[in-house]
């Protein structure tokens, strides 16, 4: 099978920065698309940034400009910058993958890791 495992979140001040990792491992043939979404609490799931296998990229409008995504498919690793953060940041960061394994192309999803913005 195949695991993604996110590090990175913590407690950062307003206009702080952060940085989160997602590392899949396992049996991985090709990872296509790669995505990081969040949840806060009380809303739904929404998807923050998306980077294809070919390294396009896409951000949803409220993280446009500070967030960057990135991936070392050498190291099936894909990273999100998170730069100028805002208290409206603060959430579960969710990473998503969609892996071919050889046998299936699937969507995987890591544990999460919490993202606060406070003083």
């Known amino acids: 099978q195949v695991q993604l495992v996110e590090s990175g979140g913590g407690l950062v001040q307003p206009g702080g920065s952060l940085r989160l990792s997602c590392a899949a491992s396992?049996?991985?043939?090709?990872?296509?698309?790669m995505d990081w979404y969040r949840q806060a609490p009380g809303k739904q799931r929404e998807l923050v940034a998306t980077i294809t296998s070919g390294g396009r990229t896409n951000y949803a409008d409220s993280v446009k400009g500070r967030f960057t995504i990135s991936r070392d498919n050498a190291k099936n690793t894909v990273y999100l910058q998170m730069n100028s953060l805002k208290p409206e940041d603060t959430a579960a960061y969710y990473c998503n993958a969609d892996v071919n394994t050889g046998w299936a192309t699937k969507e995987y999803w890591g544990q999460g890791t919490q993202v606060t913005v406070s003083s």
């Open positions: 396992g049996r991985i043939f090709r990872i296509n698309d």
